[in-house]
């Protein structure tokens, strides 16, 4: 079995930003580092611990992501329940929400 690694790619300042906007839409770091051309995680967490500029936008960026999650949770739970798969079930509920 052979185990294919990609090669490290440096940490620029476009793909920074890149990494940040992503973070702040609610993308997971893992999914972000799969992308073709972007750094692995690990370089991502050894540029945190290195550069204090990206840090301070990674934390940002980070709250950001939060407030996201949060509002996604927040539509999802005001989102109408999903109906039983099944007609008769599907009726035997509403016929149960339409008692008096």
């Known amino acids: 079995m052979t185990i294919k690694r ?16 992503r973070l702040a839409e609610g993308e997971a770091l893992t ?3 799969k992308t073709e051309g972007m750094p692995n995680v690990s370089t991502v967490y050894r540029h ?10 990674y934390v940002i960026a980070r709250q950001d992501q939060a407030h996201t999650l949060a509002n996604e949770i927040l539509e ?11 007609p008769m ?12």
């Open 6 to 21: 990609r090669s490290p790619v440096e940490v620029t300042l476009e793909m920074a930003v890149e990494v940040c906007r």
């Open 31 to 33: 999914v972000i580092c």
């Open 48 to 57: 945190l611990r290195d550069d204090p500029e990206f840090r301070e936008l």
């Open 76 to 86: 999802i739970s005001d989102a109408p329940r999903r109906r039983s798969l099944t």
């Open 89 to 100: 079930v599907s009726f035997a509920s509403t016929a149960l929400e339409c008692r008096p």
